[in-house]
């Protein structure tokens, strides 16, 4: 099955600084990777995702690429802000199966 | 304002109850899901439903229980079976065709006392 392995378990940055998360996955056949975001006490929020036929997407200060040579994907936040802290998830699926894997999640800590 | 709307916010289980938690959609989305998720953990799938009246389990499905009478709901039941069930529990709808993402529900936190 699909493994997702999700870098860093923690970051901790200075607002306005940039920040990145980094996941990989396994099996070469998904082409859907959402990414998540869970503020303290709630249920996770989709933020954007991105199709195995696209490299990167953009939305104001979140952008993800994809790397499907090499099976990466990372999430990009520009101009952190501090209610930019919350829990990340990259989750990775096969078209058609419908349930993604998750990764482990990643605590960004944003510093004002 | 379509969403998904799970109750209650906290519950809290005595040794050897069941409980339930409830699940609503009115996304029209036909698959749902239930997640575990523990203290700084990755959430893992306990059941899935992808049509009325058929589910599935998944990764964690030992002393849970759930039912798919309605498209619009998919209660979780955990079972005095279930020996550990302290957690955050989410609930998820997921959409049609190319819209493969995910909508979460606020999530129950379950405690045992």
């Known amino acids: 099955g699909e493994n997702v392995e999700q870098h860093p378990s923690t970051l901790s940055v200075q607002e306005g600084d940039s920040a990145v998360i980094k996941c990989t996955y396994s099996d070469s056949a998904s082409n859907y990777f959402p990414w998540y975001k869970q503020e303290l006490g709630k249920g996770p929020q989709l933020i954007i995702d991105i199709r195995s036929n696209v490299g990167e997407k953009k939305d104001q200060r979140i952008a993800v690429t994809l790397n499907k040579t090499a099976k990466h994907f990372s999430l990009h936040i520009t101009e952190t802000q501090p209610e930019d802290s919350a829990v990340y998830f990259c989750?990775?699926?096969?078209?058609?199966?419908?349930?993604?894997?998750f990764g482990r999640g990643t605590s960004l800590i944003v510093h004002p | 304002d379509g969403g998904i709307t799970q109750s209650p916010k906290y519950l809290f289980r005595k040794e050897g109850q069941n409980v339930t938690l409830s699940c609503e959609q009115n996304?029209?989305?036909?698959?749902m899901y239930w997640y575990r998720q523990d203290p700084g953990q990755g959430l893992r799938l306990i059941y899935y439903s992808q049509i009325v009246n058929d589910f599935q389990k998944g990764d964690i499905a030992e002393g849970y229980s759930v039912s798919r009478e309605k498209k619009e709901s998919f209660p979780l039941t955990v079972t005095s079976a279930q020996k550990n069930p302290t957690a955050f529990y989410l609930c998820a709808s997921q959409g049609p065709g190319e819209d493969y993402g995910y909508t979460f529900g606020s999530g129950t936190r379950l405690t045992v006392v």
């Open positions: 996304l029209n989305h036909d698959a």
């Open positions: 989750t990775a699926s096969i078209g058609g199966s419908y349930i993604p894997t």
